[in-house]
């Protein structure tokens, strides 16, 4: 079965950090493609969450050129608020024959406890959990066991760190510091045209 990598967020805004992580999942053969999920009405609203569907259009800019990658407008396109095993239920209808793998960071493993149906979540998906330098190895394996021993599948893959945050990202935005290099070009051109999270628009710029 095609193995289908899933990388689900906020995308607020997507950064090179997780083009990069999409990257590494690739590289290291646990997926053949990658699939980015923005959410749209997220169950835990962020505040200076940007418009639905400038998220979109930033994730679609940032993997346009990306050998593997792809976006999925399923969560953006659902009314009300949208949990990841309605968005899994429906993936399966349409990918029938796609093995589903989540990419998710270690931190969302120890939150997995926190997810609505948890349990039917792991049934529908696999996990790969991108392990980045500085965590604790033992500490995560020992909290995927108890996953596994519930039905989980979780597999591990070592993954550069990049230190990049989308909040870390809008600050420097709303302070009027650099932060084109923490994003692909195209989407801080997109933030910039459209003046998102207060950024200065192309005629700002000139001035």
Known sequence: MPEIGLMGGSFNPIHCG?????????ESGRVERVLFLPTGNPPHKKEGLADKFDRLRMVELAVEHEAGMAVCREEIDRD????TVDTLAALKRKMPDCTLTYLIGADTLRALGTWRRVETVIERCKFLVMMREGETREEVIRLAGLWTQRGAQIDF???????ISSTQIREQIQKGLPFERLVPQAVADYIHEHGLYGA????????
């Open 18 to 26: 997780h083009v990069a992580l999409a990257r590494a999942a690739l």
């Open 80 to 83: 009300g608020v949208i949990y």
């Open 157 to 163: 893959l070592d993954a550069r760190k990049m230190d």
């Open 200 to 207: 200065k628009t192309g005629m700002e710029l000139n001035r």
